[in-house]
């Protein structure tokens, strides 16, 4: 057969199903792209709940849809935000259920030094609008302090500067912990030393430093960036332990230098702000303690001219004491007759009492006292037989009203009651199941009556071709099989036979029409 006459060209070309021809474009793009570095300004960015983030990364003309997965973040470099300028490194895939291709980045930089000095200062806004670089929240350093502790790299010559002028200064217990001071693992090992060294328990086993010192050398903006990530900035304004930040050279600033609560312009002059200079202290110590001697030497010499003059003004002890004593000497003459004289009061009153308290009188109280009792106890038992008698009446009527033959008909009354109570409930279900039957039952007629059912009750019949309603004999002569429902059942027809290319019909062939 000659291919121009074929009826349906391009029929050779093999079929792909969608899933086939999306999973062919995603290894296609894998494979001619792989990994690839895209520089482009960080558009929305987004947090998914399951930990995955989502951003875009557009220029004037176009928008890349990037993601990254949970388990890459730690070593992303850093968190996109919004208008940053980025360079982003990761493998390009595409995802076929939604048509789209996208970036898996696995990297990020901020694309030049102006682009990470306007990130700084957006950072710096932000942080200064929570107002975490009031003055107010800065914390007085210690003037003493007994435990030092120091967040820095120990390969470098930071922490030994820092010991020397400890040493020359005023030696203190150091405790450090060492940190990553630049690349992608300086701002969360700097940010966890900090916290680390604030949950310290204070006089434990490893007390919790008075002072830290968060130091490293000069270095480019680069270098230094890690003191710059917003991590860094909230763990040292949460500091509960006041903080020197000594963060490069004195031109050098980063974001920890506004919260800390005192900048040093380099890791040496934060050891110096940490503690006085001790020979000075002594000297001073010393000078305080020879004003002190001399000034009470001068306190004492003044107050004993005060205590002199003073004695002078007053009179003598033999002046103050004469007239007291001639007071006591005629006390001491009237206290003999003053005695006497009481005795002799005290004697005539006992004789006078001790007359009223013969043993006759006595007597006569015992007997009176008796005979009262003997008519108090015979008006007792009579008094007791009358409360017994009330008391039993009482009961008596109490127990009366508790008797079991009235119990009994007040529990049969209850159940009558209850019974009724039933019977009513009973029938008020049955007449609302028989109101409920009747709506459906009704419902179920208008159903049937709205129904086309009912129509071909009546004589109709409803023909469908290939499985839908037919309306037209152009519907039912294009039909290959026909099913005709009536109201007792459905038939169906055969199958059509296929058109034969004859001029005439044969006789003997019968329509379906």
Same mark, same amino acid.
């Given at each position: 057969?000659?291919?121009?006459?074929?009826?349906?060209?391009?029929?050779?070309?093999?079929?792909?199903?969608?899933?086939?021809?999306?999973?062919?474009?995603?290894?296609?793009?894998?494979?001619?792209?792989?990994?690839?570095?895209?520089?482009?300004?960080?558009?929305?960015?987004?947090?998914?709940?399951?930990?995955?983030?989502?951003?875009?990364?557009?220029?004037?003309?176009?928008?890349?849809?990037?993601?990254?997965?949970?388990?890459?973040?730690?070593?992303?470099?850093?968190?996109?935000?919004?208008?940053?300028?980025?360079?982003?490194?990761?493998?390009?895939?595409?995802?076929?259920?939604?048509?789209?291709?996208?970036?898996?980045?696995?990297?990020?930089?901020?694309?030049?030094?102006?682009?990470?000095?306007?990130?700084?200062?957006?950072?710096?806004?932000?942080?200064?609008?929570?107002?975490?670089?009031?003055?107010?929240?800065?914390?007085?350093?210690?003037?003493?302090?007994?435990?030092?502790?120091?967040?820095?790299?120990?390969?470098?010559?930071?922490?030994?500067?820092?010991?020397?002028?400890?040493?020359?200064?005023?030696?203190?217990?150091?405790?450090?912990?060492?940190?990553?001071?630049?690349?992608?693992?300086?701002?969360?090992?700097?940010?966890?030393?900090?916290? =680390?060294?604030?949950?310290?328990?204070?006089?434990?086993?490893?007390?919790?430093?008075?002072?830290?010192?968060?130091?490293?050398? =000069?270095?480019?903006?680069?270098?230094?960036?890690? $003191?710059?990530?917003?991590?860094?900035?909230?763990?040292?304004?949460?500091?509960?332990?006041?903080?020197?930040?000594?963060?490069?050279?004195?031109?050098?600033?980063?974001?920890?230098? $506004?919260?800390?609560?005192?900048?040093?312009?380099?890791?040496?002059?934060?050891?110096?702000?940490?503690?006085?200079?001790?020979?000075?202290?002594?000297?001073?110590?010393?000078?305080?303690?020879?004003?002190?001697?001399?000034?009470?030497?001068?306190?004492?010499?003044?107050?004993?001219?005060?205590?002199?003059?003073?004695?002078?003004?007053?009179?003598?002890?033999?002046?103050?004491?004469?007239?007291?004593?001639?007071?006591?000497?005629?006390?001491?003459?009237?206290?003999?007759?003053?005695?006497?004289?009481?005795?002799?009061?005290?004697?005539?009153?006992?004789?006078?009492?001790?007359?009223?308290?013969?043993?006759?009188?006595?007597?006569?109280?015992?007997?009176?006292?008796?005979?009262?009792?003997?008519?108090?106890?015979?008006?007792?038992?009579?008094?007791?037989?009358?409360?017994?008698?009330?008391?039993?009446?009482?009961?008596?009527?109490?127990?009366?009203? $508790?008797?079991?033959?009235?119990?009994?008909?007040?529990?049969?009354?209850?159940?009558?009651?209850?019974?009724?109570?039933?019977?009513?409930?009973?029938?008020?279900?049955?007449?609302?199941?028989?109101?409920?039957?009747?709506?459906?039952?009704?419902?179920?007629?208008?159903?049937?009556?709205?129904?086309?059912? =009912?129509?071909?009750?009546?004589?109709?019949?409803?023909?469908?071709?290939?499985?839908?309603?037919?309306?037209?004999?152009?519907?039912?002569?294009?039909?290959?099989?026909?099913?005709?429902?009536?109201?007792?059942?459905?038939?169906?027809?055969?199958?059509?036979?296929?058109?034969?290319?004859?001029?005439?019909?044969?006789?003997?062939?019968?329509?379906?029409?």
């Amino acid at each position: 057969m000659d291919l121009l006459d074929d009826p349906t060209p391009g029929s050779n070309t093999p079929e792909f199903t969608v899933s086939e021809i999306a999973g062919s474009v995603k290894k296609l793009v894998e494979s001619e792209l792989g990994w690839v570095r895209i520089k482009g300004e960080v558009g929305r960015v987004v947090q998914a709940r399951s930990g995955h983030l989502y951003f875009d990364l557009k220029d004037d003309r176009s928008v890349l849809s990037c993601m990254t997965w949970k388990g890459q973040i730690p070593q992303l470099g850093l968190i996109p935000e919004e208008g940053t300028e980025v360079v982003a490194e990761g493998k390009m895939t595409a995802s076929g259920f939604q048509s789209k291709f996208a970036l898996n980045a696995q990297r990020l930089a901020i694309a030049g030094e102006g682009a990470l000095m306007a990130l700084l200062e957006k950072r710096k806004k932000a942080l200064a609008a929570e107002g975490l670089f009031d003055e107010a929240l800065k914390k007085p350093l210690p003037y003493l302090p007994e435990i030092i502790g120091v967040v820095t790299s120990l390969q470098g010559v930071v922490i030994r500067d820092i010991m020397h002028r400890l040493r020359d200064r005023f030696p203190r217990k150091v405790l450090v912990w060492p940190v990553a001071v630049q690349g992608q693992a300086c701002a969360p090992e700097v940010a966890r030393a900090i916290a =680390g060294f604030n949950a310290m328990t204070p006089g434990g086993a490893m007390p919790r430093p008075d002072l830290l010192i968060v130091a490293r050398g =000069g270095g480019s903006v680069e270098d230094l960036w890690g $003191f710059n990530e917003e991590i860094v900035a909230r763990a040292a304004a949460a500091s509960e332990i006041p903080l020197i930040s000594a963060v490069g050279h004195e031109t050098d600033t980063t974001l920890i230098d $506004f919260v800390s609560d005192k900048r040093a312009p380099t890791p040496t002059a934060a050891a110096e702000l940490a503690v006085p200079v001790r020979h000075e202290l002594v000297a001073w110590v010393e000078g305080q303690a020879a004003r002190m001697s001399q000034l009470v030497s001068q306190g004492i010499t003044t107050r004993g001219q005060r205590l002199r003059d003073m004695a002078r003004a007053l009179p003598r002890a033999d002046a103050l004491l004469d007239t007291p004593r001639q007071r006591l000497d005629r006390a001491s003459e009237q206290l003999g007759p003053a005695l006497i004289s009481g005795v002799q009061r005290r004697r005539v009153r006992l004789a006078d009492v001790s007359g009223g308290l013969r043993a006759a009188t006595l007597q006569r109280r015992v007997e009176n006292d008796r005979r009262r009792l003997h008519e108090l106890s015979a008006r007792l038992g009579p008094a007791l037989d009358r409360s017994v008698a009330t008391r039993r009446d009482r009961f008596e009527t109490r127990a009366r009203a $508790f008797r079991p033959e009235a119990l009994v008909q007040d529990q049969q009354r209850k159940a009558q009651d209850f019974g009724r109570l039933v019977t009513r409930l009973s029938d008020n279900g049955t007449r609302r199941i028989n109101t409920l039957r009747d709506r459906i039952t009704a419902l179920d007629r208008l159903r049937e009556t709205l129904s086309y059912k =009912g129509t071909l009750a009546r004589g109709y019949a409803v023909v469908r071709g290939d499985g839908a309603v037919v309306t037209s004999t152009k519907a039912a002569k294009a039909a290959q099989t026909l099913e005709i429902e009536f109201a007792d059942a459905r038939m169906t027809l055969g199958a059509k036979p296929a058109a034969k290319k004859t001029k005439t019909k044969p006789e003997d062939q019968g329509t379906l029409f």
